[in-house]
């Protein structure tokens, strides 16, 4: 599986950004699509996943009500709608493909919150 994650940009505390994982090389029908973020000096910390086949998600506290995540079927793409931003939401974002554990990721993409 490759994954490539773009979207990523600089954003005042209060804006949105929408992240993109395109997802190719197998099929993701029983995949779980996460999206991860790491901030300098910091552990990488989960953010939100979704079921490939179902369509559930699951958010960490931090970005629950902020943050939404969906898949586009027919683009086999991911998506990170980000709303509210805050400066702590700083960090690289990755997004990882796990059938049951997350064994593929993509390169990251940067987004900066500025106050």
């Known amino acids: 599986v490759q994954l490539q994650a773009s979207g990523g940009g600089l954003v005042q505390a209060g804006g949105s950004l929408r992240l993109s994982c395109a997802a190719s090389?197998?099929?993701?029908?029983?995949?779980?699509m996460g999206w991860f973020r790491q901030a300098p000096g910091k552990e990488r910390e989960f953010v939100a996943h979704?079921?490939?086949?179902?369509?559930?998600?699951y958010y960490a506290d931090s970005v629950k009500g902020r943050f939404t995540i969906s898949r586009d079927n027919a683009k086999n793409t991911v998506y990170l709608q980000m709303n509210s931003l805050k400066p702590e939401d700083t960090a690289t974002y990755y997004c990882?493909?796990?059938?049951?554990?997350?064994?593929?990721w993509g390169q990251g993409t940067q987004v900066t919150v500025s106050s």
């Open positions: 979704i079921s490939w086949s179902s369509g559930s998600t």
């Open positions: 990882a493909a796990s059938p049951s554990s997350y064994d593929y």
């Open positions: 090389g197998r099929t993701l029908s029983r995949y779980f």
